[in-house]
């Protein structure tokens, strides 16, 4: 039982002072763990990785480290975090990066409790959540006062239940509020960045935010989530900073840091995100508003013309993106988009930033302000968008993408890794990158990985998992069946047809993985009424939050469930809820979208092969994590169906069998093809 914990906390630990405190004790057959957790199996696998961090930390070497799945990871590196913070005090605090809140709140909830009870030495750990989540009593006392959110009779009573929750929460975050407040209303009580009167402030002494931020400073072993850390480097390279400095980071989930860096360092304006600075200072509503009460009918005038283009300027790019758009948007290369929105969006913050200045009320001064750099910050998000910059350090790709509020402004690094690795990677923490899936198998220095991320020196570590694949896994690769690529109706009417046949025999317990919403839609229909008739409910994804289709799926074990994207990593169903995972087709990404097809374009430049060096090996790794899905545990078994022919009739099709977790002889041609 590496990483799961009892449900009473063991008793202190009683080492004497000279007990040797290295991972390897601390893991061993009788060391502290094993002798608190009855059902504790000392695995190889949990070791090697957990002496590679440690040694790598000492080491000050950054690594790569692939650990299968029933590893024990989230041990194997909190240990070490805590051995390096506990023997480097003062050097600032072991930065934990998580993939999401929630799995921040799992280490939170139960591993760092079990640690701290388990370990013969004190330390701290602190879970940090972004500034937002915080109330700012001075903000909130200042909403009471004004009463600029009174005029709506609900959130009236929102803003006054969190009043009195304010008079007796232990820790002043929205997440410990009894109900969800309306957005508009956070917004008016929330701790911002620039606006916070710091030490001049007469509430600084009881202010959760500000304690947050002492605890987060003086905290050896720091939970973060990735979009948390980017956010942070964001900031960091803009010159400003939200984390205390650190000198070493470890990045669990790894996988995602791509993607989360490219979304934190990318830009992204609709027509709601101006209506929303614009709402925060005036809205036709409110006679009281901010803007109303410090400002003149010029700054009035203002606040209108911006409304009124705002929605012209939006209309125009709706309007482009259906004319000349895909499904996934609009690439918009070198052209300009001539907009007269931030010219009067600065004329509107200088009126702001004017009667700050006029105003003596330092809460009014403070509030202004905040919407003028707000603006500013706007203006020049906007400019970027708008503009061609060919001589920009970090080319940007600009595209319009479609949304349920019309088109979206939207630009991403072309390449985050020359940015990561001036940074974050050169000269920066100590940086350990784990993950069950980090490559394609057949890479061994993760050079895939490492080229998107700028990593260009690190150790690099694979251990397999501990489950035997072999014994408890059946793979069935589907045979005679028309190609996807070819004849995609053909295709799916076949795969709808396999896929109720598999399913009802094995009883339903099973999860189908799909690599679009149109298939989801389309097998949901097909199925549903044989699982009916057999009294196997149908779970998909869209018809309820994620969350709940889980729960349903461990509570009801014969139901099926069914979706895309998100349920192909990260959902953790275990025994016989899950006894069959089908892969309807290989999860190649879209090649459609803009961002994508223009880092495609700038290997090809580079001349190297779009297909081998990106497409490839970006689903291979999908694949694997979606195969994942079916072994959580020691005691699991059961059935994989690939239903895309290409696995056999393509040359690449061997690399992604190659890739699974099964011995040599299994990925020739025996029983893994053919059922
Ligand atoms: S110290 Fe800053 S965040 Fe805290 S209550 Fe005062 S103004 Fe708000």
Same mark, same amino acid.
């Given at each position: 039982?590496?990483?799961?914990?009892?449900?009473?906390?063991?008793?202190?630990?009683?080492?004497?002072?000279?007990?040797?405190?290295?991972?390897?004790?601390?893991?061993?057959?009788?060391?502290?763990?094993?002798?608190?957790?009855?059902?504790?199996?000392?695995?190889?696998?949990?070791?090697?990785?957990?002496?590679?961090?440690?040694?790598?930390?000492?080491?000050?070497?950054?690594?790569?480290?692939?650990?299968?799945?029933?590893?024990?990871?989230?041990?194997?590196?909190?240990?070490?975090?805590?051995?390096?913070?506990?023997?480097?005090?003062?050097?600032?605090?072991?930065?934990?990066?998580?993939?999401?809140?929630?799995?921040?709140?799992?280490?939170?909830?139960?591993?760092?409790?079990?640690?701290?009870?388990?370990?013969?030495?004190?330390?701290?750990?602190?879970?940090?959540?972004?500034?937002?989540?915080?109330?700012?009593?001075?903000?909130?006392?200042?909403?009471?006062?004004?009463?600029?959110?009174?005029?709506?009779?609900?959130?009236?009573?929102?803003?006054?239940?969190?009043?009195?929750?304010?008079?007796?929460?232990?820790?002043?975050?929205?997440?410990?509020?009894?109900?969800?407040?309306?957005?508009?209303?956070?917004?008016?009580?929330?701790?911002?960045?620039?606006?916070?009167?710091?030490?001049?402030?007469?509430?600084?002494?009881?202010?959760?935010?500000?304690?947050?931020?002492?605890?987060?400073?003086?905290?050896?072993?720091?939970?973060?989530?990735?979009?948390?850390?980017?956010?942070?480097?964001?900031?960091?390279?803009?010159?400003?900073?939200?984390?205390?400095?650190?000198?070493?980071?470890?990045?669990?989930?790894?996988?995602?840091?791509?993607?989360?860096?490219?979304?934190?360092?990318?830009?992204?304006?609709?027509?709601?995100?101006?209506?929303?600075?614009?709402?925060?200072?005036?809205?036709?509503?409110?006679?009281?508003?901010?803007?109303?009460?410090?400002?003149?009918?010029?700054?009035?005038?203002?606040?209108?013309?911006?409304?009124?283009?705002?929605?012209?300027?939006?209309?125009?790019?709706?309007?482009?993106?259906?004319?000349?758009?895909?499904?996934?948007?609009?690439?918009?290369?070198?052209?300009?988009?001539?907009?007269?929105?931030?010219?009067?969006?600065?004329?509107?913050?200088?009126?702001?930033?004017?009667?700050?200045?006029?105003?003596?009320?330092?809460?009014?001064?403070?509030?202004?302000?905040?919407?003028?750099?707000?603006?500013?910050?706007? $203006?020049?998000?906007?400019?970027?968008? $708008?503009?061609?910059?060919?001589?920009?350090?970090?080319?940007?790709?600009?595209?319009?993408?479609?949304?349920?509020?019309?088109?979206?402004?939207?630009?991403?690094?072309?390449?985050?890794?020359?940015?990561?690795?001036?940074?974050?990677?050169?000269?920066?923490?100590?940086?350990?990158?784990?993950?069950?899936?980090?490559?394609?198998?057949?890479?061994?220095?993760?050079?895939?990985?490492?080229?998107?991320?700028?990593?260009?020196?690190?150790?690099?570590?694979?251990?397999?998992?501990?489950?035997?694949?072999?014994?408890?896994?059946?793979?069935?690769?589907?045979?005679?069946?028309?190609?996807?690529?070819?004849?995609?109706?053909?295709?799916?009417?076949?795969?709808?047809?396999?896929?109720?046949?598999?399913?009802?025999?094995?009883?339903?317990?099973?999860?189908?993985?799909?690599?679009?919403?149109?298939?989801?839609?389309?097998?949901?229909?097909?199925?549903?009424?044989?699982?009916?008739?057999?009294?196997?409910?149908?779970?998909?994804?869209?018809?309820?939050?994620?969350?709940?289709?889980?729960?349903?799926?461990?509570?009801?074990?014969?139901?099926?469930?069914?979706?895309?994207?998100?349920?192909?990593?990260?959902?953790?169903?275990?025994?016989?809820?899950?006894?069959?995972?089908?892969?309807?087709?290989?999860?190649?990404?879209?090649?459609?979208?803009?961002?994508?097809?223009?880092?495609?374009?700038?290997?090809?430049?580079?001349?190297?092969?779009?297909?081998?060096?990106?497409?490839?090996?970006?689903?291979?790794?999908?694949?694997?994590?979606?195969?994942?899905?079916?072994?959580?545990?020691?005691?699991?078994?059961?059935?994989?169906?690939?239903?895309?022919?290409?696995?056999?009739?393509?040359?690449?099709?061997?690399?992604?069998?190659?890739?699974?977790?099964?011995?040599?002889?299994?990925?020739?041609?025996?029983?893994?093809?053919?059922?």
């Amino acid at each position: 039982m590496n990483g799961e914990q009892p449900d009473e906390l063991p008793l202190p630990p009683d080492d004497g002072p000279d007990a040797v405190l290295d991972v390897g004790g601390l893991l061993g057959a009788d060391g502290p763990i094993a002798r608190r957790l009855p059902d504790f199996e000392v695995r190889p696998q949990q070791l090697a990785l957990a002496e590679t961090i440690e040694r790598c930390l000492r080491q000050r070497r950054h690594l790569v480290a692939e650990a299968g799945t029933g590893t024990g990871k989230s041990f194997a590196y909190l240990l070490p975090a805590a051995l390096h913070a506990d023997a480097h005090q003062g050097e600032g605090p072991v930065v934990i990066s998580t993939r999401t809140i929630a799995l921040q709140e799992q280490l939170e909830q139960k591993d760092l409790p079990f640690l701290h009870a388990v370990l013969p030495f004190e330390w701290s750990s602190v879970t940090a959540i972004g500034r937002n989540n915080y109330v700012c009593l001075r903000r909130m006392h200042l909403a009471e006062r004004e009463q600029h959110l009174l005029e709506d009779p609900e959130r009236h009573s929102q803003l006054r239940r969190i009043v009195d929750w304010s008079l007796h929460t232990a820790d002043g975050t929205r997440q410990s509020l009894d109900f969800e407040p309306r957005a508009e209303v956070w917004e008016e009580v929330q701790a911002e960045h620039g606006n916070c009167l710091q030490r001049a402030c007469k509430h600084y002494d009881h202010c959760h935010w500000q304690r947050a931020r002492r605890r987060m400073q003086t905290a050896q072993v720091l939970i973060v989530n990735h979009a948390l850390y980017f956010a942070d480097l964001a900031l960091r390279i803009a010159g400003a900073s939200y984390l205390p400095a650190h000198r070493v980071v470890v990045f669990d989930e790894a996988h995602h840091l791509e993607r989360v860096a490219t979304e934190s360092l990318g830009l992204r304006v609709g027509r709601t995100t101006v209506g929303w600075h614009l709402r925060r200072m005036h809205s036709r509503r409110q006679q009281k508003s901010l803007l109303a009460r410090h400002c003149g009918a010029a700054a009035m005038l203002l606040w209108e013309e911006a409304g009124l283009v705002n929605e012209a300027l939006f209309a125009d790019l709706q309007d482009r993106l259906q004319k000349g758009g895909s499904g996934e948007g609009l690439a918009l290369h070198e052209q300009q988009i001539e907009e007269t929105l931030s010219p009067i969006l600065r004329a509107l913050s200088g009126e702001l930033a004017a009667a700050a200045v006029r105003t003596e009320q330092v809460d009014a001064q403070m509030e202004l302000q905040a919407r003028a750099n707000g603006l500013d910050g706007l $203006c020049a998000t906007l400019r970027a968008l $708008c503009t061609h910059n060919p001589v920009a350090e970090t080319p940007l790709v600009r595209w319009l993408e479609p949304s349920r509020h019309g088109a979206l402004l939207c630009g991403a690094p072309l390449d985050v890794s020359a940015a990561l690795r001036k940074h974050l990677f050169d000269g920066g923490p100590t940086a350990v990158l784990t993950s069950a899936t980090l490559g394609t198998g057949d890479d061994a220095s993760f050079g895939w990985l490492r080229q998107q991320l700028g990593l260009d020196r690190a150790e690099t570590l694979r251990v397999g998992s501990p489950f035997d694949y072999d014994r408890n896994v059946e793979m069935v690769f589907e045979e005679a069946m028309p190609d996807p690529s070819r004849d995609a109706q053909a295709w799916r009417r076949d795969v709808a047809d396999r896929t109720r046949r598999h399913v009802l025999d094995n009883g339903g317990r099973a999860l189908v993985l799909c690599t679009s919403w149109d298939l989801v839609r389309f097998l949901a229909a097909e199925l549903r009424r044989p699982l009916g008739d057999r009294d196997i409910q149908l779970l998909v994804q869209g018809e309820a939050p994620l969350t709940r289709l889980l729960e349903q799926k461990r509570d009801d074990a014969r139901s099926v469930l069914i979706g895309t994207d998100s349920l192909w990593e990260g959902i953790d169903v275990r025994g016989d809820a899950l006894t069959m995972v089908v892969i309807t087709r290989l999860p190649f990404a879209s090649p459609g979208h803009p961002l994508t097809q223009a880092r495609m374009q700038a290997l090809q430049a580079k001349g190297l092969d779009p297909f081998r060096d990106h497409s490839l090996p970006e689903a291979i790794l999908k694949f694997r994590q979606g195969f994942g899905r079916l072994i959580r545990s020691g005691q699991d078994r059961g059935k994989v169906v690939v239903m895309d022919p290409r696995l056999r009739t393509k040359a690449y099709g061997r690399r992604f069998v190659a890739a699974l977790p099964f011995s040599a002889d299994y990925d020739a041609d025996g029983r893994s093809y053919g059922a």
